[in-house]
Nanobody, 126 residues
Framework: QVQLVESGGGLVQAGGSLRLSCVDS????????STWFRQFQAKEPEFVAG????????DLADSVKGRFTVSRDNAKNTLYLQMNSLKPEDTARYYC???????????????????WGQGIQVSVSS
C-alpha cells in the first residue's frame, strides 16, 4: 500500500523553524515521497520543494529559497523539509506527494502526482 504520512507541523512565531517529515508507511517504491506542496484557502496546491527520484537533484520555489531546505534519507524512504526564518505567509497546509514513475528532475505540476499525504498544518504567527 502507498500511505504517505507527514509529521512535524505546528504553530511557530515568525522567524522560527520547523522540520517536516514524510514517509511512505506502506514501504513501497511506488510511494517514494519526493515533493512538498502547500495549499492556501482550498486553492490548487503550490509547489514548495522537491527531490528528483533519479539523481537526487533538488528544486525550491522562489518564495522559499534561502530559507527552506529539502532533503531525503533514502535508507528510510523519508522526505524532509527544513523550514527556517518562517513568515506568516508560509501559513498553509503542507502536503508531501509522490509519482508512480521516476524522473531526473522535480515535477512542479501537482496534477501529475499520483499519491498524496493527508497534509499537515503549519501556522506562523506575526
Amino acid at each position: 500500500q502507498v500511505q504517505l504520512v507527514e509529521s512535524g507541523g505546528g504553530l511557530v512565531q515568525a522567524g522560527g523553524s520547523l522540520r517536516l517529515s514524510c514517509v511512505d508507511s506502506g514501504g513501497t517504491t511506488m510511494g517514494y515521497p519526493s515533493t512538498w506542496f502547500r495549499q492556501f484557502q482550498a486553492k490548487e496546491p503550490e509547489f514548495v520543494a522537491g527531490v528528483a527520484r533519479i539523481g537526487g537533484r533538488t528544486d525550491l520555489a522562489d518564495s522559499v529559497k534561502g530559507r527552506f531546505t529539502v532533503s531525503r534519507d533514502n535508507a528510510k524512504n523519508t522526505l524532509y523539509l527544513q523550514m527556517n526564518s518562517l513568515k506568516p505567509e508560509d501559513t498553509a497546509r503542507y502536503y508531501c506527494a509522490a509519482i508512480s514513475y521516476s524522473t531526473d528532475y522535480v515535477v512542479l505540476n501537482p496534477r501529475q502526482y499520483d499519491y498524496w499525504g493527508q497534509g499537515i498544518q503549519v501556522s506562523v504567527s506575526s
